[in-house]
């Protein structure tokens, strides 16, 4: 009995107990909810507080960032004195950096080929008319009239003065502006060496006299000018400051000019002297030479292989025979022919560079003693402005000074037309008389033999008539070329095509000639191994015929 109602009161009890347990169970998951959940809220507090903390903590940084900027841009504020300090830097600078574009501007103008050359040329014709018949003839004209009170007859004059010192200032302003140009090329090149090198020296040294000329003869023309307008508007006697002006600056020019001319006449009176002893030691028996000096120097380098050939050592028991005896010796009368040519051909270059030194020295002591009395004429202009002078003194020493300077004007503009009426009436008469090398020293074509090709065909008279006139235009062959040309020939190297059969004596008499001429070692900065060194480059011929020109140049 007792084991059935124990298994029975068992399975009463046993729901009592599992629902107990769901109970227990269901109170342990909302506690650990509930647990949960208050740590996930502690969590969550935790974060916010540190992001609140981090905000405020980059709030602050950022507040300490524009505290210190605001600090450092209070400390770089510059203060009145030193704004004003960097306002005039920047000006300066700004004044500095256009001052640069304007100066390379100018030695952009100055330092390139312009037509100012042509244009000074062109009005040089008129210039002298001025200069030289207008000037002193307005001069006494203005003197009769302001003596006699005659107000027509000194403003006509005054109509011309102002016509004539326009024209005057033009050209001189031209003057003053081409040698600019020619200084600033100068400067580059003078320390050069060899032919190309002699002229930018001398540029260096001449051309800073002559812009203070040219720029005083401007001051003079502007002067004169402006003087002119004065009388012309009614004022007779004009602006005596006006006048001790123009006729200070005719002062000053005129004695630098005449100062210029003082070595330039020594120097060529000692050249000319040199030329004359070289010219008599030459000798005057020896034939002249009827063809072209390259034919020659053909010809005696044929005779010369051919003496080598005949005099070759030959394997002969007897030794040469009587006909090759005579043969050799006919050639050697040839080379000796030829030679007396060449040496003909020297000393006919000799008397024509004596000639161009007498015509430079006639032109330059005219120059000389015109422009000594235009200087006296212009301290008597001075005085007569200053009143201290009357009468007819002034105008009557400026037209003596302008008579001289006139005569050397006459003379250039002639014969300057003269060569061009020549070089387009007779084109063969100056004709290269040698062979040209190019830069690679290899003849070139264009100088043709005459047999080889035409001579240019000679103009109509006319059309040569007109050559006559064209002031402009140079001579690009001329008899000065000629003779330059023939004179490098004998005076190359034997590495030189053109010279490679000139005899070593008479080389060394050519090279002498060219010492004399100013054309020697000491005016290309060279030793005498260097000058001759370069004589015997044929990529240099077409320079040292150019140096040479120049320097037989009557200028």
């Known amino acids: 009995m007792d084991g059935p109602r124990r298994e029975e009161v068992?399975?009463?009890?046993?729901?009592?107990?599992?629902?107990?347990?769901?109970?227990?169970?269901a109170v342990e998951e909302q506690r650990l909810e509930e647990d949960t959940a208050a740590v996930e809220e502690q969590r969550r507090q935790e974060e916010a507080a540190a992001e609140e903390l981090r905000q405020q903590e980059e709030a602050a940084a950022a507040q300490e960032?524009?505290?210190?900027?605001?600090?450092?841009?209070?400390?770089?504020?510059?203060q009145p004195e030193e704004k004003r300090r960097r306002s005039r830097l920047r000006r300066l600078f700004s004044a500095g950096t256009t001052l640069k574009k304007v100066t390379g501007k100018i030695k952009q103008i100055l330092g390139t080929p312009s037509k100012a050359d042509k244009t000074k040329k062109v009005l040089d014709q008129p210039d002298t008319v001025a200069n030289r018949i207008n000037a002193p003839t307005e001069g006494g004209v203005r003197m009769h009239g302001q003596a006699t009170s005659d107000t027509g007859q000194v403003q006509a004059t005054a109509i011309v003065a102002q016509v004539d010192t326009g024209i005057n200032t033009v050209t001189d302003a031209l003057g003053a502006f081409n040698d600019g140009r020619a200084l600033l090329a100068a400067r580059k090149d003078r320390k050069g060496t060899g032919p190309e090198s002699h002229k930018p020296r001398k540029d260096w040294k001449g051309k800073p006299l002559g812009v203070a000329q040219n720029s005083s003869m401007v001051v003079g023309d502007i002067s004169g000018m402006a003087n002119a307008a004065v009388r012309n508007a009614g004022q007779l006697a004009g602006v005596p400051a006006l006048g001790e002006v123009t006729g200070?600056?005719?002062?000053?020019?005129?004695?630098?000019?005449?100062?210029?001319?003082v070595p330039v006449v020594w120097s060529t009176y000692n050249k000319n002297r040199a030329l004359k002893e070289m010219v008599e030691e030459a000798s005057g028996e020896a034939p002249a030479n009827e063809g072209r000096l390259q034919d020659v120097l053909d010809r005696l380098g044929q005779v010369r292989q051919r003496l080598a050939q005949a005099e070759a050592p030959r394997e002969q028991a007897g030794g040469p025979s009587a006909d090759e005896e005579t043969a050799v010796a006919a050639l050697r009368n040839q080379i000796l022919e030829l030679n007396h040519l060449l040496e003909a051909e020297l000393a006919h270059i000799?008397?024509?560079?004596?000639h161009k030194q007498h015509t430079k020295l006639g032109k330059r002591i005219t120059s000389l003693g015109g422009n000594t009395v235009r200087a006296a004429g212009g301290g008597l202009a001075i005085a007569g402005a200053a009143g201290a002078l009357s009468g007819p003194a002034a105008p009557a020493v400026a037209g003596v000074a302008a008579a001289l300077l006139l005569g050397n004007a006459l003379y250039k503009g002639a014969r300057a037309g003269s060569n061009r009426y020549v070089a387009a009436r007779h084109p063969d008469r100056w004709a290269r008389p040698t062979s040209a090398q190019d830069d690679s020293g290899t003849e070139r074509a264009e100088s043709p033999t005459p047999a080889s090709a035409p001579a240019p065909a000679p103009a109509e008279r006319r059309d040569a008539l007109k050559e006559f006139f064209k002031v402009t235009k140079s001579v690009q062959q001329g008899e000065r070329h000629f003779m330059a040309q023939k004179l490098y020939a004998l005076a190359a190297g034997p590495d030189v095509p053109v010279g490679s059969n000139v005899a070593d004596d008479i080389r060394e008499s050519a090279r002498a000639?060219?010492?004399?001429?100013?054309?020697?070692p000491s005016q290309h900065k060279q030793t005498r191994e260097e000058w001759e060194a370069s004589l015997n480059n044929s990529a240099l011929q077409t320079a040292w015929e150019k140096e040479i020109t120049s320097q037989l140049s009557s200028a």
């Open 10 to 25: 068992a399975a009463q009890e046993q729901p009592e107990l599992a629902e107990a347990v769901v109970e227990e169970t």
């Open 513 to 520: 000639m060219l010492i004399v001429l100013k054309a020697g």
């Open 65 to 78: 960032q524009r505290r210190q900027e605001e600090a450092a841009a209070a400390q770089e504020q510059p």
């Open 350 to 354: 000799g008397q024509y560079a004596r």
């Open 248 to 261: 200070g600056a005719s002062v000053f020019y005129s004695t630098l000019i005449a100062i210029r001319e």
